[in-house]
């Protein structure tokens, strides 16, 4: 129900002219009595409007602030639903990223000792590797070493026997050549 300015305006001007003239009578005709009462009940009646139209003004302000209050809880309750929710939502939304974060540090500390351990596995065949190699190194100088000493005991035979076909050789050519000096002498001499 909103209450027009006017008739609260009207009211007001009505209870402060019937009051005055109701003084102005007492004061010059006092003998005017139901005069004076006629004011008295004009002013009450007044009175009684100017005080209904200002109560119902303040019934029309507060019911628009009971409105505005009624919007603003309405407004803060879904405000707060809608935080509530988002903020629901991050939580749930952290706890997943955390226990992923988890699985993959679990993961990790499982793919890091499957390194090491494979690393281990490496580094044991590494040195196994080394150590045949080594091993065959080793074979291999020795069989070197004893075909060497067993090319110089030939090669000392072989030289051995070089000398002495080389030694036969040169006592045929000897032979020979003396022969054929002999040979040729008698054919000189003759």
Known sequence: MNIK????????????????????????????IQLIIVFGIIALADTYFLVDSIVKKIDEISEATMDKQTELVKVEKGIYSVAKREEAAN?????????????????????????????????????????????RALNSSDRISKLLVQLNGSSSS????????????????????????DNVRRMRAN
């Open 5 to 32: 300015k006017s008739n609260l305006t009207f009211s007001a001007v009505g209870f402060v002219a019937s009051i005055l003239i109701m003084f102005y009578l007492i004061m010059n005709a006092h003998e005017m």
């Open 91 to 135: 939580v749930k939304q952290n706890n997943a990223l955390v226990a992923q974060i988890r699985e993959l540090q679990e993961e990790n500390k499982r793919l890091n000792a499957e390194l090491i351990e494979q690393q281990k596995l490496c580094t044991k065949i590494l040195i196994k590797k080394s150590q045949e190699n080594s091993n």
């Open 158 to 181: 072989t030289s051995k026997e070089t000398l002495e076909v080389l030694e036969e050789i040169n006592k045929t050519l000897d032979t020979y050549y003396n022969d054929s000096n």
